[in-house]
């Protein structure tokens, strides 16, 4: 057993929107997601875990600040039946720090925290064991732990998820995150319990399968494009229902976004808009188009950081 551990992961965006969820938390329908991260990979999670005297118990901080609330009781509640299922009797000292993450990060931070927690016990789990704990605290967590894009199963007898494609079989699309400064965002939970309101819900859900099939048949082909075009599909119905119901998640400013990227479309520049609940959207484009949408993100008075997919969780520290 190791005495210390640091582990790191990376927050995600949809491609399949994840929007409502049963009461015990498992999502409605199938979805997809992808890891992310800037080039140097500096938008991440890192999670440091100490071996320390069982009589201590289990102490998280959330970057050296003590967590308080639901988001404490349910992480701490987590590894503990994560311990017990695992016949371990430790104390824990555990820090989770976000750096840059302006959403995702509570795939990240489950994703960092029992990829850690498995190399420093010597639990010796496997990618889909290890996504089974980390949903516990976030239902989307999967799509961290696998890195690349990934598919979140709901639809068989145990949740599950399913790696799609790696950081290397997605090298022909390039990522431009703007980031927005709003003071607030809409929480999972808001966007959960508003969405499935909507009279169209249903024919949502209906119509999940055909878009994360589109998907999956277009990576097949390496048909980025048509990759795009799905996912921005997908995810511009889910922020349609939210928005009919009065949650809006696209402020005006997010908005001018959007429309830029619907200008740069028709004046040639294949760019497609990717936003879940955060206050950032990812313009996602071709490859060899890459340098053209950036030029003109610029243009148009954004600030594009230049993202990546990218991996699954880290270990970069172990003694």
């Given at each position: 057993?190791?005495?210390?551990?640091?582990?790191?992961?990376?927050?995600?965006?949809?491609?399949?929107?994840?929007?409502?969820?049963?009461?015990?938390?498992?999502?409605?329908?199938?979805?997809?997601?992808?890891?992310?991260?800037?080039?140097?990979?500096?938008?991440?999670?890192?999670?440091?875990?100490?071996?320390?005297?069982?009589?201590?118990?289990?102490?998280?901080?959330?970057?050296?600040?003590?967590?308080?609330?639901?988001?404490?009781?349910?992480?701490?509640?987590?590894?503990?039946?994560?311990?017990?299922?695992?016949?371990?009797?430790?104390?824990?000292?555990?820090?989770?720090?976000?750096?840059?993450?302006?959403?995702?990060?509570?795939?990240?931070?489950?994703?960092?925290?029992?990829?850690?927690?498995?190399?420093?016990?010597?639990?010796?789990?496997?990618?889909?064991?290890?996504?089974?704990?980390?949903?516990?605290?976030?239902?989307?967590?999967?799509?961290?732990?696998?890195?690349?894009?990934?598919?979140?199963?709901?639809?068989?007898?145990?949740?599950?998820?399913?790696?799609?494609?790696s950081a290397?079989?997605?090298?022909?699309?390039?990522?431009?995150?703007?980031?927005?400064?709003?003071?607030?965002?809409?929480?999972?939970d808001e966007?959960?319990?508003?969405?499935?309101?909507?009279?169209?819900?249903?024919?949502?859900?209906?119509?999940?399968?055909?878009?994360?099939?589109?998907?999956?048949?277009?990576?097949?082909k390496k048909?980025?494009?048509?990759?795009?075009?799905?996912?921005?599909?997908?995810?511009?119905?889910?922020?349609?229902?939210?928005?009919?119901?009065?949650?809006?998640?696209?402020?005006?400013?997010?908005?001018?976004?959007?429309?830029?990227?619907?200008?740069?479309?028709?004046?040639?520049?294949?760019?497609?808009?990717?936003?879940?609940?955060?206050?950032?959207?990812?313009?996602?484009?071709?490859?060899?188009?890459?340098?053209?949408?950036?030029?003109?993100?610029?243009?148009?008075?954004?600030?594009?950081?230049?993202?990546?997919?990218?991996?699954?969780?880290?270990?970069?520290?172990?003694?």
């Amino acid at each position: 057993m190791k005495t210390k551990v640091v582990s790191v992961a990376y927050p995600t965006i949809p491609i399949v929107f994840l929007g409502g969820i049963r009461p015990d938390r498992r999502p409605i329908y199938n979805t997809m997601g992808l890891a992310v991260t800037d080039l140097d990979e500096n938008v991440r999670t890192e999670t440091t875990i100490k071996i320390v005297d069982k009589k201590n118990g289990i102490k998280f901080t959330l970057g050296g600040k003590p967590v308080e609330g639901k988001r404490n009781e349910d992480t701490i509640n987590s590894i503990k039946s994560f311990l017990k299922d695992k016949k371990i009797d430790v104390g824990l000292e555990i820090d989770s720090t976000n750096y840059n993450i302006k959403g995702g990060s509570s795939d990240s931070g489950l994703a960092a925290l029992f990829s850690g927690l498995n190399e420093i016990l010597g639990t010796k789990m496997k990618v889909d064991e290890v996504s089974k704990y980390a949903m516990r605290g976030s239902e989307s967590a999967i799509r961290s732990v696998y890195g690349g894009l990934s598919k979140i199963v709901v639809d068989e007898p145990e949740m599950h998820g399913i790696a799609v494609a790696s950081a290397k079989d997605l090298d022909g699309i390039r990522i431009f995150t703007v980031c927005f400064d709003y003071p607030s965002r809409i929480t999972a939970d808001e966007i959960h319990a508003a969405i499935v309101t909507h009279p169209w819900y249903n024919y949502r859900v209906n119509r999940i399968p055909l878009w994360i099939k589109n998907i999956e048949n277009a990576i097949k082909k390496k048909d980025f494009l048509a990759v795009l075009k799905n996912a921005e599909e997908n995810i511009r119905n889910a922020h349609y229902l939210l928005e009919d119901v009065g949650l809006r998640v696209r402020r005006k400013k997010i908005m001018d976004c959007w429309i830029d990227a619907e200008e740069m479309r028709a004046s040639g520049l294949h760019a497609y808009c990717l936003q879940g609940g955060g206050n950032l959207v990812s313009v996602v484009c071709l490859k060899e188009q890459a340098d053209k949408v950036y030029a003109e993100l610029v243009a148009r008075g954004w600030a594009p950081l230049k993202y990546k997919v990218a991996s699954g969780p880290k270990i970069i520290r172990s003694e």
